[in-house]
């Protein structure tokens, strides 16, 4: 049973516009949702969080957004960097199962020059 | 937040042999956890390391496959016994000072082929 998902393996952008990053949730009792960013070699990178009580988050160029009814988030990169491109894992965790993180399947962001 | 150094980053292992691969944290974290990447896949959790007892395993997971220990609050091993290619993974440990939304650090990975 795949708890979170992302049904975008992969999205290209050009640079300075937006990336918009797609996750959905089946289980309404999450607490948290985190980004995460992923260079090849490399473990993953927190971006940002939000919790499951608040439907935005901001942080300079990146912004999560979270519908609690529809049980998506998305994360909004503007503008888009070549920098930016990477694997994305959007996760979920429950605060007191011992705050476990539960992983989408990633997607692939390529930001063109 | 914590930094973590996991090694090796990459192995080359010969089916039925064992490897484990260690986990240090610059700082202590309350939990550590290990995951498994297979290829084109989410992050799977195996087990959450529990200091100075036995490991919690995650449904699909054993401890005669993959022993952990963590004896103290800053370094912590997974093996992966008895190899197959099925193994073939990327490993990652991660630490946490908390259990909200955040402070969740990784280790750069293993990279392990098992041929």
């Known amino acids: 049973d795949q708890q979170v998902k992302q049904n975008s393996p992969s999205l290209s952008v050009q640079e300075g516009r937006i990336s918009i990053l797609n996750c959905d949730y089946t289980?309404?009792?999450?607490?948290?949702f985190l980004w995460y960013k992923k260079y090849p070699a490399e473990g993953p990178t927190f971006l940002i969080s939000i919790s499951s009580i608040k439907d935005k988050n901001e942080d300079g160029r990146f912004t999560v957004f979270l519908n609690k009814s529809a049980k998506h988030l998305s994360l909004h990169i503007v503008p888009s960097q070549p920098g930016d491109s990477a694997v994305y894992f959007c996760?979920?965790?429950?605060?007191?199962?011992?705050?476990?993180?539960?992983f989408g399947q990633g997607t692939e962001l390529s930001v063109k020059p | 937040s914590a930094v973590i150094s996991q090694k090796p980053s990459r192995d080359i292992c010969q089916r039925g042999t064992s490897l484990t691969i260690q986990c240090q944290v610059d700082?202590?974290?309350?939990?550590m956890f290990w995951y498994r990447q297979q290829p084109g896949q989410s992050l799977t959790l195996i087990a959450t390391?529990?200091?100075?007892?036995?490991?919690?395993?995650e449904s699909g997971f054993v401890i005669d496959k993959f022993p952990i220990s963590r004896p103290n609050l800053t370094f912590s091993t997974l093996t992966v016994s008895n190899m197959s290619p099925e193994d073939s993974s990327i490993y990652l440990c991660s630490g946490t000072e908390e259990t909200g939304g955040y402070g969740y650090t990784f280790g750069s990975g293993t990279r392990l082929t098992v041929v």
């Open positions: 700082s202590q974290v309350t939990m």
């Open positions: 390391a529990n200091q100075g007892s036995e490991a919690t395993y």
């Open positions: 289980n309404s009792m999450f607490d948290y």
């Open positions: 996760a979920a965790n429950f605060y007191n199962q011992g705050g476990k993180l539960i």
